[in-house]
């Protein structure tokens, strides 16, 4: 027999740890955004990985800098790591060319 007391609880512990990681990571966006206010059009909701995927680009810029050209690894490494497919990535890629 199913203990719906502890199904309760287990339920409750994960919503605040969503919850919790939700309000971490919206004060982490808002101070990114402050900082590069061209990404306002993105939402880290919609994109959980957007935050560590913008910062490790950033890092990346010489390589995506030539042009309209961006590496497949990159892609596959973006989207592998950070859920994010090939549009976000190339609109990533033309926001910090602004």
């Given amino acids: 027999m199913v203990n719906f007391f502890q199904v309760k609880l287990t339920v409750q512990n994960e919503e605040k740890t969503v919850e919790n990681m939700t309000n971490e990571n919206l004060q982490k966006w808002n101070h990114l955004v402050e900082k ?8 880290f909701i919609e994109y959980p990985g957007l935050f560590d995927a913008f910062n490790f680009m950033l ?15 990159l892609v596959l490494y973006l989207y592998n790591t950070y859920g994010l497919d090939q549009p976000v ?4 890629i033309d926001k910090l060319g602004e």
Avoid at 36 to 43: I, R
């Fill in 89 to 92: 990535v190339q609109k990533l």
């Fill in 36 to 43: 590069y206010p061209v990404l306002e059009s993105f939402s």
């Fill in 59 to 73: 890092s990346e810029t010489e390589t995506i800098a030539n042009g309209d050209y961006i590496p497949a690894e």
